[in-house]
């Protein structure tokens, strides 16, 4: 596997479940990321990690936990949500917080 | 605040013409950087072309190339020869030295054959 992995690619969910989003990153970086994109809007910075430290919660719903093990996985897990979380989550890695972003191909969630 | 303002929601070309997206963006900062990013449909994003603020020289990435008007705060993307695999949505991005990218809206490329 090269650059950046997410798992799974698609998940349906109903509000009452909990699941997890994984991504991997194989490019030796020190900065992971996780977006939410919804159509006609912006994307959405959630959560931030360097050297496996958080350093942004974009007042982010806590029925969003992240988790950053070691500086190449980092985790979403996803409790109680909402049908307006349905989305496509994409998270990305840099070589450190300046240089620009190695994204994955996301994993598109419906919520139920 | 930083923004980022990407005006045309879509736009088309013709396949071996030139286009040029549109982008706009607000910083206070003096050391900033600017990204190209495209997304095709259903494949990840990728970086398109990158501009340091303090450079006044503009990036070119093959047929890729911006014209960045720093007292204008503008920052378009041209692309040259547009080929069919050049479809996809185009995001401008802003990052202040912060780990803070600023995504716009996106322009939807459309080319046509």
């Known amino acids: 596997e090269t650059g950046v992995t997410q798992t799974p690619r698609h998940l349906v969910m109903g509000m009452t479940n909990k699941k997890s989003l994984k991504c991997e990153q194989h490019?030796?970086?020190?900065?992971m990321y996780w977006y939410k994109q919804s159509a006609k809007k912006p994307l959405e910075l959630m959560f931030v990690?360097?050297?496996?430290?958080?350093?942004e919660n974009n007042s982010v719903p806590s029925r969003f936990s992240p988790e950053c093990p070691n500086s190449s996985h980092l985790f979403l897990h996803l409790h109680t949500l909402q049908p307006e979380d349905s989305a496509l989550y994409l998270c990305a890695s840099s070589q450190d917080l300046y240089n620009e972003q190695f994204f994955g191909p996301g994993t598109r969630l419906t919520v139920l | 605040a930083q923004t980022v303002t990407q005006s045309q929601p879509e736009m088309s070309v013709q396949e071996a013409e030139t286009v040029t997206l549109s982008c706009t963006y607000d910083t206070s900062e003096s050391d900033y950087y600017l990204f190209w990013y495209k997304q095709p449909p259903s494949r990840q994003m990728i970086l398109v072309i990158r501009?340091?603020?303090?450079?006044?020289q503009n990036a070119t990435e093959n047929r890729f190339s911006v014209n960045f008007q720093k007292a204008a705060k503008s920052f378009s993307l041209k692309i040259s020869d547009s080929q069919l695999g050049d479809a996809a949505m185009y995001f401008c991005?802003?990052?202040?030295?912060?780990?803070?990218?600023?995504f716009g809206t996106g322009t939807r490329l459309k080319v046509l054959a």
């Open positions: 991005a802003c990052n202040s030295g912060t780990y803070k990218y600023i």
């Open positions: 990690y360097s050297l496996e430290e958080r350093v």
């Open positions: 490019l030796g970086h020190n900065a």
């Open positions: 501009q340091e603020a303090y450079k006044q």
